[in-house]
């Protein structure tokens, strides 16, 4: 098992532009999470999946964000028109229900930078 | 909201001295709690988990954290550091809902000096 993995790890793109980033959890885990982090904050949770469906979004995730989980394996996540104020390290997440208090494993993350 | 508060940004310290990270949760209800370390251009790793039960938890690389719940703290204690202990920890709560979700602090950046 190699772990999370996300793709790709950096992402410089113009303001305005559309970007996708993806998310490979450990094969099994049926729990799949996205969260954004800032410089100097920790990391704010995005969305949800369980399976395939998505079960909560958070605020932050506004229109021009969306996620996706079509066979309940891979994760996507799209952020359209992109804003300066995107510019951030997108990390997901994945867990194997077990209960409540069952370890989330973290992939490296996707750096956005919008110019 | 579930909210999780690191006192410190930055804590610098010496190699072999102890160290205390301060981490402080406020909620009334059942909570799992969680430190998590980063390492520069990596994900998170779990350092160690309290769920229930002793309220000394031992954790990878000699960390250990104490869960005070009349203090409502979840505290970071190393006895000795080493300079690869220099990273970013994160204290993060789990309210217990079906979700999971983690609600993590700001951060607490720990550099370790020869």
């Known amino acids: 098992d190699t772990g999370v993995s996300q793709d790709p790890r950096h992402k410089i793109t113009k303001r305005g532009q559309n970007v996708t980033f993806r998310c490979d959890p450990i094969?099994?885990?049926?729990?799949l999470y996205w969260y954004r982090q800032t410089l100097g904050q920790g990391p704010e949770f995005l969305t949800y999946f369980q399976n395939e469906a998505q079960l909560e979004k958070s605020r932050l995730l506004s229109d021009r964000f969306s996620a996706e989980r079509p066979k309940g394996s891979f994760s996507t996540l799209e952020i359209q028109r992109t804003e300066q104020g995107d510019s951030a390290m997108y990390l997901c997440a994945s867990s194997l229900s077990r209960g409540q208090g069952t370890e989330q494993f973290f992939g490296p993350g996707t750096r956005l930078t919008v110019l | 909201a579930q909210s999780v508060t690191q006192l410190d940004s930055q804590v610098p310290v010496f190699e072999e001295a102890p160290v205390e990270l301060r981490c402080n949760y406020s909620s009334s209800v059942s909570v799992y709690l969680f430190w998590y370390v980063q390492y520069p251009n990596q994900g998170l790793q779990l350092l160690l988990k309290y769920l229930s039960g002793s309220t000394l938890v031992k954790g990878i690389n000699g960390f250990e954290a104490e869960f005070n719940k009349s203090q409502t703290s979840f505290h970071l204690r190393k006895p000795s550091v080493h300079i690869s202990d220099t990273a970013e920890y994160f204290c993060a709560a789990d309210r217990g809902s079906t979700l999971g979700r983690l609600y993590f602090g700001r951060g607490t950046q720990l550099t370790v000096w020869p």
């Open positions: 094969s099994e885990h049926n729990r």
